[in-house]
Every structure is written in C-alpha cells, then in structure tokens.
C-alpha cells in the first residue's frame, strides 16, 4: 500500500518578477553565465559534495544540464537555453545572457509588460531584417572555396571555450582537423538531394591533444586481433574488400519469436540445428568471397574460427550507433536473418588494415568514398577530454549550419555592439504610423528601444572579466576593450588596437565612447557603416546567433509577461 | 426563480440580431475575416507577442487544407479533431519559424529508408508481417532439426514473398502500427521499400480518414492477389525537426481536406503545448461560426399533468435533423419536455409532437410577401394550439394582429397581445414554483411569433421558400457566421436590448431579472477595460448606447471579431448555471465519492 498523504495546497504566487527572491536568483544565475562568456571567461567547477565525477566547465551546455533552478520562472529561462543548445550547440551564453538582460533591463522600465512587448517584437523585426539584408554591416559572406573564413569559425568556437585548456598550437591543430573532418563529411558527387556523412569522434583519454588525428572510414575497437601478425584481406577480382554486415546475433542462440509454444522432441537439439545454420551461412559466406563479417552483436567462437581458418575477418560487437555509417559508408544492407542470405546485401571496402592509439587496438575500415570519418581525440584528463569533445561536437555543428546558410556573425561582442548602434539610429527615426500600429508614444519606444540596447551591449560588456573599459566606436559601431590599469581619461586611440571580431584595426580617430553606465549617449548619426575583409576574424555562427537573438527576446517575453506562478506541490 | 435565460432570445430578436456582421460564406474566404476572428480568439490565450503571428498561421493552414473553397464544418471538425496528428512541435526554435508543410509528420524515424522520386503507393498494416510459427494457444511440434530449419527458412522466405509482393505492385511505404521483427525491415530494405513502425491509433485512423484506404491483411491465400488497399502519397522523405528524424509523407486526399502539417516552434516545450492548444480551440470555434440558434418556444415540465402548451419553432432551411440538436443542447433535455409546431409537411421530423397548428390564411399569399426580402413584412394568423396528451390542460393562444417590421425596428407590433401572452407565462411559471418543479415557459411576445408564423405557413409550400426564409431573418436567430468585433460590443449589445425589452413589461419579476441579467453583463467589458486608463469603460458605454440609441452604428475601433453564437451560448450556459446555483438550498457533505450511475439501455438492463 502507498503512503497516503494529505494533498497539498498549490503555491500561488502573484507578480513573480516583483519577488525579491526571484530577482536575487536571476542576478545570480546571470552573474555565473556572465562570469563564464568568451575566451577570457572564468571557469566552473560542478561537483557533487558526495564525491564521484567532477566537472570543470565554461560551457552553458554543461552548466545549465546541472545545475538545479529553484524557481519556475528561471526554470522557463534555462529549458529556453537548454533547447536552443539542443538546435544549434552554439550561442547558448550568449542567449542566456541576452536573456536575463533583457529581463532586467525590461522591468526596471515604468511601462506595461504588454507594451513592452509589442515594441520589443518590433525591435527583433529591425533586427531580424538588418541582419537578413544584404548591407548588414556586421555579417561576413563565408566562401566554401577557401578555408580561411571556415577556419576562422572553428578557432572562435575553440577559443572561446578556456576549460578545454589548449594552447595556440594545440588550437591549431585542433582547428585543422575539425575542418579536416568535416570536409571528409560533405560527400563529393552531389546529386539533387545532398546527405551530409558523419564524424565520429573516437576517445582516447589520456594522451596529448597534439596526437589527435582524424581517419577516414571507421575504426572499431577489436581487443581480441593483436597487431603482431599483419593483415590478410581476401580481396575480390575488383580489388575491393567484400564486406557482410549481420545485425542478427550469430551467437547460436534459439531465440523464441513466437507467442505460442514450441514443443521440441527429445533427443533433438535445436542449438545444435542452428550451429549448423552458422555453418552453412559460414560456407556461403566464404564461396561468395565475403573478407571481412561484421556483426552488430556476437558471433558465435565456432564461426569465428571457421571465418578465419578461410581467412575471413570476423569482428563483432560492433554496436548498434555504429550500424547505421557502416551500413552507409560500404553500401552494405544490414543482414536480419542466417536462414537466406541475399548477395546483394555484401557492401565494399577499398582497405582494411590495423591501428592503435594509446593502448587500443582498432580495425580500420576504409571506405572507397569517405563520407564517414574518425576523429581521434586526445587530451589530458577525462574533464578536459569532455569539454573538448562538446567543443568539437559545436564546431562540427556550426561548420554544418553554415553549409546551410553560408553566413557568419562578427564575433569578440562587435556584433551586438554594432546592433545596438543601428537599433539606436533606426528608433529615432521612427514614423507616426509605425508607432500606432504598436499602439505606444514615441517616449515609451524610446525607453523600450534603449532598455534593449544596453542589454545586447551587456553581451558585449561579459566578454570582459578584467576591470579594464569596453568602448564603442561611432562609426563602424564595434567593440573596443581597453587593458586594465589604465585612467578613463587617457585618449582611447593610443590605447585600442584592434576591435573585438579584430576586423578593424586603429588606424584612424573613429570617435571612442565608453559603453557601460551612460545615458543619453551619443547617437551615430548615419548607419552603423560595414568594413571590408581581414584575417583571422573572430567569428560566430550566424543561424545559432540569429535564433539565440529571437529565443532570448521571445524567453525574456514571456517571463514579463507572467502575472501568476501557481506551483503544485503534490 | 424566474429564468435568466428568457430575457436573452428576446433581446437578440428584438435588436441585436440587426448589428450582426456575416463572416462565413463570402467572408470566411476571405483571409482577413478569418485572421480577425483567429487573431481575437487567440488574444485570449496567448502572449501579446505571438498572437497575430499565430493567427497568420492558423489562417495559413485553413486557407492551405481547402484550397478551393472556404473551410467548411466538416473539415474544421477533422483539424480540430486531428489536431494532435496535424501539428508537431519543435523546441529551442523562434515562434517566427513556424510554418505550414503540405502532407502529414509523423513523429518518428523510418525503420526503413529507401529514397522515391515520384508518386508511390502506400500499405496500412496492423499486424506483424513475419509469419509466426505458433500463436497463442497454438503449439508448434518440432519433431526433427531439417523440419525446424526447413520451418524457419519458410518464414523467411514468406517474408521475402510478401515484400516482393509489394514491390510489383509499386507499393513503396509501409506504414505499420506494431513493431515490425528484423526480418521484415531487411526484406524491406531488399525490395526497396520504406517502413514507418509503431504508428499510434490516431494516426491510423487519420491516415485511413484522409487516404480512404483500410488496413491491409497480409495473411490468407491473398498473396498474389493485386493490392487494393493502398493510398498514394506524392512523396515520403525524412525531414529534420529539430534534432529529430521525422517522416514527413504528402498523402493525396480522398476527401475536402487537403493534409498539411502545422510545425510549431517556440523557445520551450511549454510555449508550443500552449500555442497548440489555442490554435486547437481556435479552430473548435470556427467550427461554432457555421451554427444557428433557432426561435424556439420552449417549456419546461417534469409531470405531464402540469404540461403547458409548449412548441419550439425550428425551421433550419436545410440538414434539419443535425441543426435541432444543436439548436436544443442548451436545455437540459431531461427534463424538457419539447413540443415542435407541426405542420403538414412529411420530411420534418418532430418525435415530440403535441401541438397541431393550422394556419387558416391563404399560403400563397405569405409567400409573395417573404419574398420581399427587404422588409420582411409577415403575417399573424390566427392559429389555434392543442396538446394531443391525455390530461394535459390546453393552452390556447389566439393572438390577432397583424403588423409589419422591417429590420431591427419593431414599432407597430401590439402590446396588448405581447403582455396577454406574458402573463400567461408568468402564471405558469408561478404554479410551477409552487409545485416546487421547474417549469419555465418562454415566449417571444409579438415580435417572435409573427416570424413563428410565417415559418409555419412557409413549409406548405416546398423547399425553396424555405430558402427564402432564411435569407430574410425570419426564422433564425442567430444566422450562420454572424460575427460581433471584439471588446464588449456583443456583451454592450445584449445589456442594451435586454433592458429595452425589460422597458416593455409592466410585469415586476421579470423586469427585475432582465435589468440584473443586463447589468451582470456589463461586468465583462468593464474587465475589459479596467487595464486601460481611467474611465475609459465609461466612455466606451457611454458612446455606444448613445450611438444605439441614435440607431447609429456602433463606434468601433477593434479588428478583432467572435462568433455571436459562442458567445450566445456561453451567455446561455451561464445563467442555466447561475440558475441551478440558486436554486440549491442546502450542500450535504458526504464521505464516499458518489458513484457515477451509468445509464443503460434497457435491453442491457433486463
């Protein structure tokens, strides 16, 4: 019998955002997300006072997975985040953080959250358009045709996660490889409709970033094949490896499929009626000149022996994730029954041969056109060796994303600061009609259009942990930090260099003004104007960044928009 | 004591009626119409944010299923019915992404892929296709090993036959409600055809809705035979829904309903669920736009020997039998006994038929003047009314006038006749008290029963007058698709008709009740309003009385319209519910949960 409990009232809570606990939290939340954005951003350590597995981390993928919200309305913020990382892997702080902003700069407003939101939807469309339009002066045309600006998006998603711990050479590497993989992934004959391959990233914890490395085709690990004999492969009249792929045990087991029963004669074995079948798929196997059997499952130590006595390689236990690249790198059709085996279901292999990295052993199989490919990655300890993979796993992601859309973000807070600046430009110039339509005064879209400014510039401010200022340019609109331990007062030129995406080197007076903690600052006169081309630009991934803009926006709205919180406790 | 629901149908037929604005038909075509009541229904439920975008969608999605033609009920129904087949939701993802794809989703991966071009031909199965060696019950005797092998490579081999099967006769899908073994999928992969396992009974059954087609049976001696059953689909493809694999298949339509899919995204799973159901209620309400509410008299009594003369004037011009239903759900139809006017006509139904009426004037003549349809100009005959029940006391009602109204404005009807026929009821309705039963009798005074009357002599005649009634208001209430712009007009409208009616009764309880019917009313805009700076109810109030008073148009500033008739029967339902309220006297606590006592038929409950 369960425990019977008396049920519990539901907790109601009226006007949540006004609750003091409420606000504390959000600050908090977005003072640890603000803390972790970008290269420079500070590390988190999340462990479990129980002991086990610990976790250290700059990611929002890694943070907001663990950490535990108490409140329901930071519980909407994080599942927000949460499923945007779960679409584009990138961006995550960078939506968190907007969105918290947001919140806060939104509240303090002494306007209706239904104005409120009416505006700032109109605010997103600005944006949205600008950044969708051809003369947005803060995105880049990526040109599959060179690497540069591809390997430019990797190193950004690399750098900006520090808890992987590599250094510049590492990163370099690191960087060539991702692109290397990827590229091994875009198949070379493209018809109409085209299916991107798969990397997989193959761990090896414990070794040295540098001895990374990325292969073609597929590497299975085979504990049980030792690297002291080399490889003999029967080959057929094509010079190709015939490959059979089994997805059916072939351990020898009678598996009962039928509802009913199955009643068995004595003195008949079935066990030994399917040993015979192996044998008989064994033989047909061998006469179709089949070199290498992989099963999805076990094969039965009797029909292994038989497949290498007739020097077949037999590896199984391959596991059922790496069915589906096998079965598409070789052309093979996974095989479901020992009772007739069909030839058209043989796939090819160009090679097959042995590798070991750090004490494993693999059987790598080599395809004939590789859109399959391994990434052996290597890094020091098992929470390093995590925190890379997320990276890579982002990068990969982006590099897919921007296939789709070739498009990229200034990175280094220049496109949030460059926004702000056209939003700025645009909101003074607003017609009568457009205002009616919000239905609001030219004063409330100000204060709104201003309250949603200094949040995207918030953005750009967390990309600085030091005590040094962030300045914005009248001009172009980008982002400027300048190092600590300077006075405020100095003249700005002698101390900036280069802007934050580095597009923009200082090489004339662009009119400086501090980014934090103004009113009624100044107002670039025209457009936010575009730059030319430059290398080794920080870049963002321009699908994740638009959709982190939109999510963030449409989060913060609908948190203002909460009048009641009603929880049950039961 | 009195109902508060009597003074609502007068009020409509009084004046109301006459501010009504046509939607449907011409107008729910017409995109914008469409947008205005979506748009309004979903500002209800939804953030100001999301609303228009959605009512966009939800008008996209109407416009995308009936290409052709305006939605009509039929098709509403199978949306809002489906609505959880037709719709699919994908989080972490702008709302702005959201969008109308042609075909159906289906919320899960192929088993088995092998990429089409062209149209294909598609199987419905239910069962497991691998032949099973025994069943439940059944036993399966081995009795050596070649005849086990020789079984098993007969149910691989029956597999093969069945997936060659499908491919010579081109089917390319199969779509299965149960999990299919290996066996089946590899075959599958062979033959070149793709499978979709574990498809819920919904789907099925919206799959056999929109295709027409009916579960295949594999087994029996049908194996040759040529597949019949089978839909066609213009394409079958994998589409990426976020991070998942869906299959995303344009089935081709049997039926009005062209199949699309509604892909919903919102920041977080919660915002989609919320926004699905609005567009589902949204689309449940359209479904209400294409219903009438129907004059009716109607009297209430539990004992037959208190049985007044009772009729309900129902005269739908076409699908009679569907509209009265719908016409009698607000009552509570236990314990309404509900007589129809009969007339001579055969294809009207009227299972409670109690009254006969004859109309003594000439047909013929009726019908020159309905066709007038500018100003319905109608006769009061003299009608006499009998209860064909044993002991019930006969009511006899010979109202003599004769009076003309053209639209909303009713001047020259006869009062005498109106407070003669009040009275009647209010006696009625006195002695039902007493008796402590609920008798409730409604009537529409003059300006109801000389419209009762020309629908009553209208049916001698034949279907096409029937027609002509319905044009010129004569008979229905509230028209199919009559809309009301939103913000209290519909609320306004019925508080000011109330109270007009109310001014016409010299007769205290019922103008007691009207005026506090009409004054709760209020409270709905005055909600509305409260958000809004000060005294802007007041202002609103102010200037739509007057211009009502003025017969002017209403003042209107909203783009928003709703469905008079949901709005009629929410205003219904209310004040049956208000009414049961009051009359409870005592509330018994007791500790067992009460039993729900189910209502058999008597041939179950012999």
Redesign the interface.
């Given at each position: 019998m369960s425990r019977l409990e008396a049920k519990k009232p539901p907790l109601f809570i009226s006007e949540p955002l006004n609750k003091d606990v409420v606000s504390q939290s959000l600050s908090l939340l977005s003072g640890i997300l603000k803390s972790c954005y970008g290269p420079a951003g500070r590390l988190k350590q999340l462990h479990n006072g129980v002991g086990g597995y610990v976790c250290t981390t700059s990611q929002s993928s890694a943070i907001l997975s663990r950490l535990s919200v108490s409140h329901p309305v930071l519980s909407?913020l994080t599942?927000?985040v949460?499923?945007?990382?779960?679409?584009?892997s990138d961006c995550g702080l960078f939506t968190a953080i907007l969105c918290c902003s947001l919140i806060e700069n939104f509240k303090s407003l002494n306007v209706?959250s239904?104005t409120v939101?009416?505006i700032?939807?109109h605010l997103l469309g600005l944006c949205?358009d600008y950044l969708k339009s051809e003369a947005c002066g803060c995105r880049v045309a990526v040109d599959f045709s060179s690497v540069e600006t591809l390997l430019c998006l990797v190193r950004s998603v690399l750098t900006s996660k520090p808890a992987c711990m590599l250094n510049k050479s590492e990163v370099d590497h690191l960087t060539t490889l991702i692109l290397k993989a990827f590229m091994f992934t875009v198949p070379c004959h493209v018809e109409t409709d085209a299916v991107l391959g798969k990397c997989i990233i193959v761990p090896v914890k414990g070794g040295r970033v540098a001895d990374s490395t990325v292969l073609p085709g597929l590497l299975i690990e085979t504990p049980e094949i030792k690297l002291t004999k080399p490889l003999t492969v029967k080959r057929t009249c094509s010079n190709m490896i015939k490959i059979a792929l089994f997805?059916?045990s072939m351990s020898g087991d009678c598996f009962n499929?039928?509802?009913?029963?199955?009643?068995?004669?004595h003195g008949?074995?079935?066990e030994?009626?399917e040993l015979?079948?192996l044998l008989n798929v064994g033989k047909q196997l061998v006469n179709d000149e089949v070199g290498l059997v992989v099963c999805q499952k076990v094969i039965h130590p009797f029909l292994k022996q038989y497949l290498k006595e007739n020097h077949v390689i037999a590896v199984d236990r391959a596991g059922l994730s790496l069915m589906e690249p096998l079965s598409q790198m070789t052309g093979s059709?996974?095989?479901?029954?020992i009772?007739?085996l069909?030839p058209?279901?043989y796939g090819n292999l160009k090679d097959v041969c042995l590798e070991s990295f750090a004490s494993k052993h693999f059987v790598h199989l080599i395809p004939k056109d590789a859109v399959i490919c391994s990434l052996i990655l290597c890094n020091r300890n098992e929470t390093a060796w995590d925190e890379l993979k997320r990276a890579c796993e982002t990068a990969e992601h982006v590099l897919q994303l921007t296939i789709k859309e070739p498009l990229a973000l200034l990175g280094g807070g220049c496109t949030e600061t460059h926004l702000a600046s056209y939003v700025r430009h645009k909101s003074g110039s607003l017609s009568t009609s457009s205002l009616n339509d919000i239905d609001c005064s030219r004063a409330q879209y100000q204060l709104v259009a201003d309250g949603f400014c200094r949040s995207l510039e918030s953005v750009a401010c967390s990309l600085n942990h030091d005590d040094g200022e962030i300045l914005t340019d009248m001009v172009y609109g980008h982002c400027w930090f300048v190092p600590s331990g300077f006075p405020s007062v100095s003249n700005w030129s002698d101390l900036v260099s280069k802007c934050g995406c580095r597009i923009n080197g200082n090489t004339e007076n662009l009119n400086w003004r501090l980014l934090q903690g103004q009113f009624g600052s100044p107002v670039i006169q025209g457009c936010p104007r575009a730059l030319g081309k430059a290398d080794f630009l920080t870049l963002d991934c321009f699908a994740a960044k638009c959709?982190g803009l939109?999510?963030a926006l449409?989060?913060a709205?609908?948190i203002l928009?909460l009048s009641y919180v009603i929880e049950d406790q039961n | 004591v009195t109902d508060p629901r009597r003074p609502c149908p007068l009020a409509v037929a009084h004046g109301l009626r006459g501010h009504l604005l046509p939607a449907v038909g011409g107008r729910l075509a017409e995109t914008a119409a469409l947008e205005a009541l979506l748009e309004a229904y979903l500002g209800g439920r939804l953030g100001p944010g999301e609303r228009r975008h959605l009512a966009r969608l939800g008008c996209e999605y109407c416009r995308r299923c009936a290409p052709a033609a305006a939605p009509c009920p039929s098709l509403l129904r199978l949306v809002g019915r489906r609505f959880a087949e037709l719709h699919a939701a994908v989080a972490g993802l702008p709302v702005a992404s959201s969008r109308v794809l042609p075909g159906i989703v289906l919320r899960r991966d192929f088993a088995a892929y092998c990429p089409v071009r062209g149209d294909l031909r598609a199987v419905l199965v239910t069962e497991p296709l691998r032949p099973a060696l025994s069943a439940p019950g059944v036993e399966f005797l081995v009795d050596s090993e070649g005849r086990y092998q020789a079984s098993q490579r007969w149910i691989a081999r029956r597999t093969e036959a069945l997936m060659k099967h499908f491919q010579s006769n081109d089917v390319k899908l199969l779509l299965s409600s149960v999990k299919q073994e290996e066996l089946v999928i590899y075959y599958a992969k062979l033959y070149g055809v793709s499978v979709v396992e574990c498809l819920s009974s919904e789907e099925v059954a919206l799959i056999c809705e929109i295709t027409g087609v009916s579960p295949y049976e594999p087994f029996g001696d049908n194996t040759h035979r040529e597949i019949t059953e089978s839909a066609v689909a213009t394409f079958c493809q994998p589409l990426l829904l976020g991070s998942k694999r869906c299959v995303h298949i344009g089935f081709t339509s049997v039926c009005a309903f062209q199949p699309h899919c509604l892909i919903l995204c919102g920041p977080v799973e919660g915002v989609n669920e919320q926004h699905a159901a609005a567009l589902q209620g949204a689309f449940t309400m359209l479904q209400q736009l294409f219903k009438t509410v129907y004059q009716r008299e109607e009297c209430k009594a539990d004992d037959e020997s208190q049985n007044e003369a009772s009729d309900v004037c129902c005269w739908p011009s076409s699908a009679t039998q569907k509209q009265l239903v719908i016409a009698n759900a607000a009552c509570n139809s236990s314990r309404v006994s509900e007589c129809q006017l009969k007339v001579p006509r055969g294809e009207t139904e009227t299972q409670l038929t109690d009254l006969d009426l004859q109309g003594s004037e000439n047909p013929a003549r009726v019908q020159t003047d309905l066709q007038k349809p500018s100003n319905a100009i109608s006769h009061i005959k003299e009608f006499s009314v009998a209860t064909d029940g044993d002991d019930s006391s006969i009511d006899v009602q010979k109202p003599h006038a004769k009076c003309e109204h053209g639209g909303d404005v009713h001047k020259n009807y006869e009062s005498d006749s109106l407070v003669y026929s009040q009275k009647n009821c209010s006696t009625a309705a006195l002695a039902a008290c007493n008796a402590d039963t609920d008798i409730a009798c409604e009537r529409l005074g003059v300006g109801k029963d000389l419209e009762k009357t020309s629908c009553n002599v209208v049916p001698f005649k034949h279907e096409k007058s029937c027609v002509s009634v319905a044009q010129n208001y004569s008979n229905c209430l509230i028209e199919v698709g009559s809309v009301l712009p939103v913000g209290g007009y519909f609320e306004i409208l019925l508080h000011y008709y109330i109270q007009y009616y109310a001014k016409q009764l010299q007769q205290s309880e019922v103008t007691v009740v009207a005026h506090v019917v009409a004054d709760a009313l209020l409270s709905i805009p005055k909600s509305l309003y409260r958000t809004r700076e000060q005294d802007s109810f007041t202002k609103f109030y102010l200037r739509a009385v007057n211009a009502l008073r003025r017969n002017q148009p209403l003042p209107v500033n909203e783009r928003g319209l709703e469905s008079v008739y949901c709005k009629y029967q929410l205003v219904i339902s209310v004040l049956h519910c208000v009414t049961e309220l009051l009359s409870i006297d005592l509330i018994i606590g007791i500790k067992r949960p009460l039993q729900k006592i189910e209502d058999y038929d008597s041939e179950d409950d012999f």
């Open positions: 909407v599942a927000s949460q499923s945007h990382i779960s679409r584009f209706a239904c939101i009416k700032s939807k949205m997805c059916v499929h039928e509802e009913g029963t199955v009643t068995v004669h008949i074995s079935l030994m009626s015979d079948q059709k996974p095989i479901a029954s009772h007739l069909s058209s279901c959709s939109q999510v449409e989060t709205n609908l928009d | -």
